[in-house]
């Protein structure tokens, strides 16, 4: 039996059924493979359909505020992806007639998209032959050829895409891509049970004793530590109780999505220090020369490239602050949970 067809036959027995498998709608694909870039399928598969839902088409995605695009990702993280989704729908249906590219080059002009994705919608949605390589088909393949170069670099992804190139079945490269990431990440598991496996009288890794070495990954750069220490300032208007919230700016994390008031430091802050800086911040910030706070209980979050060690300070006010800068605003407790937030200020929120 061929390659192709041993995966194929283990795909009969064991693939997984998914709602994104078996159509070709390319808009329905890329959403599920955006959602699910660094997702599980298990949390994705809600997104996905919440996402279907609110947003049958790329023309009402595109006709959304970002800002609903943001709140109905919220606790999925990495929120670049959902900015890019918004952003490349705009483009669809300002640049290419609402039609979705149908090539391999148009889908990877789409913001957002790089040769995984291109690679699954071409052969989802368009039936091109384009093999998938993501983590789990590294490795599964360097098992089984005994391919020592570290994956996750540009020279691997020329490597594994031109072996699998050899491989692909061009007639049905779609189930092909299906069986290849299905077997990756539900057969050769991180630790796998080889004595099931169709490829185990073939499988380099097994017969040299190197199934736990490979593949060889670069190690991680270790995550730097950042702290932040949010400004809750409270206070009761109209019988209700409200707080200031901004956007948050720039190239940075979270980037678009709400946030108390913040003062960010480089290293963490002896009680003392919190004090002084948190009076500067208060005075420069909302003109207020005296005030009490009381401090949550620490909140650690962790992010790929980052650590955030987080405290928020309740400020109690007896009326709004007199002053405030021009790009925070006003909201009442109800209003926060319709504005876009991450899962930090989201899980201060339900501590509350
Ligand atoms: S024999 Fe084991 S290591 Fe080799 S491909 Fe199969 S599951 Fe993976």
Redo the contacts with the bound molecule.
Sequence with gaps: MTFSQKLDSWYNDFGRTLPWRGIDDPYRIWLSEIILQQTRIEQGRDYYLRFVEVFPTVADLAAAGEEQVLRLWQGLGYYSRARNLHAAAIYIMNKCGGEFPSSYEGILMLKGVGRYTAAAIASFAFRLPYPVIDGNVYR?IS??YGIATPIATDAAYKEFEALLLKKIDRRHPDRFNAALMDFGSL??KPV???AQ?P??DE?V??RTER?GVLPVKIPKAKPRDRWFYYFDLRWKEGGREHTLMEQREGKDIWRGLYQFPLLETDTELSCRQLQMEAARFAKDNFQLSSFDYQLSPPFLHQLTHRTVHALFLRVELSSPPAFFPEKTRVLSMEETKNVPVSRLIDRYLHTL
């Design positions: 599964f098992r089984l057969q050769c796998p049970d080889c496996c490829f185990a499988c890794a097994l199934v």
